[in-house]
């Protein structure tokens, strides 16, 4: 995973969303979707070049998060600006969906 992309843990997870804006993926390692959009978030993240935060975190390691934001499929990519939830979307994401929300 890209240096410019973080696994985080819920214990870090207020701290990190509550300023600026930050995407953060609901994912596991075993989800064929998951994988396929790791890469769109790594090319998003270089584009990026620190204008948002892009997060992940594993709903199997962290299933408390996963329970307070209602994630019930994954991937889930929710878009956090100044602490507060601004957009939701379920499933595969392509880039140019992904920067419209972050916009």
């Known amino acids: 995973m890209s240096d410019k992309i973080r696994e985080i843990k819920e214990t870090e997870f207020d701290a990190l969303i509550a300023k600026g804006t930050v995407l953060v993926d609901f994912w596991a390692p075993w989800c ?3 994988r396929m959009q790791t890469p769109i978030l790594e090319k998003l993240a270089a584009e990026l070049d620190g204008a948002a935060t892009i997060a992940k975190v594993n709903v199997d390691d962290e299933g408390g998060l996963a329970a307070r934001f209602h ?4 991937p889930t990519l929710i878009v956090f600006k100044d602490g507060k939830a601004a957009r939701q979307m379920v499933g595969l994401q392509q880039a140019s969906t992904l920067k419209d929300a972050l916009a």
Not at 71 to 74: G, M, Q, R
């Open 32 to 34: 064929g979707p998951c």
């Open 71 to 74: 994630v019930s499929s994954i």
